[in-house]
T-cell receptor
Framework: GAVVSQHPSWVICKSGTSVKIECRSLDFQATTMFWYRQFPKQSLMLMATSNEGSKATYEQGVEKDKFLINHASLTLSTLTVTSAHPEDSSFYIC????????????FGPGTRLTVL | LAKTTQPISMDSYEGQEVNITCSHNNIATNDYITWYQQFPSQGPRFIIQGYKTKVTNEVASLFIPADRKSSTLSLPRVSLSDTAVYYCLVADTGKLIFGQGTTLQVKP
């Protein structure tokens, strides 16, 4: 199956700093990518839809100025957590459907963010 | 809100067949039904997808009745490594809304 990678796999940062997480589709192109957040023992919560060449679409309750999304190419989307605080500590997961195959979704391995 | 309802947890023993049923009463005509498996601290992994009737692959079978208001994931002869959370999702586009999933515990 298609492969989606994320970098870094884990990151620890101090409160107030910004952290960038990359999501790459390795062997396919995607005009749309999705970002999820997952707290311990909870389900995945969709945060936003990343659209190549245009603005991201955020789910209700997700601060767009705090979670900056950039989808600069057909294989890369980035999520930047700005001025991170301990409550932003979570598992961040991206996913991408190949172009023209929107009912197929491939997930990245996730990024564990810990804010001290 | 998630469009699906599943049991929160299930227990099984090694070698048994496990069936997990998912309700999706408001499934739309264009929606596909997809099941994912997730281990702790990993991204979800695709298991199987279907639109109607029965689908089988090397790891599971998916049974979908004619009204498509429910579906059943069947895992044959589970092993300890099948202990995970299983999510049922319905969608016609890439935007997936996850429900709480079913935590399957396989015991020796």
């Amino acid at each position: 199956g298609a492969v989606v990678s994320q970098h870094p796999s884990w990151v620890i940062c101090k409160s107030g700093t910004s952290v960038k997480i990359e999501c790459r589709s390795l062997d396919f192109q995607a005009t749309t990518m999705f970002w999820y957040r997952q707290f311990p023992k909870q389900s995945l919560m969709l945060m936003a839809t990343s659209n190549e060449g245009s603005k991201a679409t955020y789910e209700q309750g997700v601060e767009k100025d705090k979670f900056l999304i950039n989808h600069a190419s057909l294989t890369l989307s980035t999520l930047t957590v700005t001025s991170a605080h301990p409550e932003d500590s979570s598992f961040y997961i991206c996913s991408a459907p190949p172009i023209g195959q929107y009912n197929e979704q491939f997930f990245g391995p996730g990024t564990r963010l810990t804010v001290l | 809100l998630a469009k699906t309802t599943q049991p929160i947890s299930m227990d099984s023993y090694e070698g048994q067949e496990v069936n997990i049923t998912c309700s999706h009463n408001n499934i739309a005509t264009n929606d596909y039904i997809t099941w994912y498996q997730q281990f702790p601290s990993q991204g979800p992994r695709f298991i199987i997808q279907g639109y109607k009737t029965k689908v089988t692959n090397e790891v599971a079978s998916l049974f979908i009745p004619a009204d498509r208001k429910s579906s059943t994931l069947s895992l044959p002869r589970v092993s300890l490594s099948d202990t995970a959370v299983y999510y049922c999702l319905v969608a016609d586009t890439g935007k997936l809304i996850f429900g709480q999933g079913t935590t399957l515990q396989v015991k020796p």
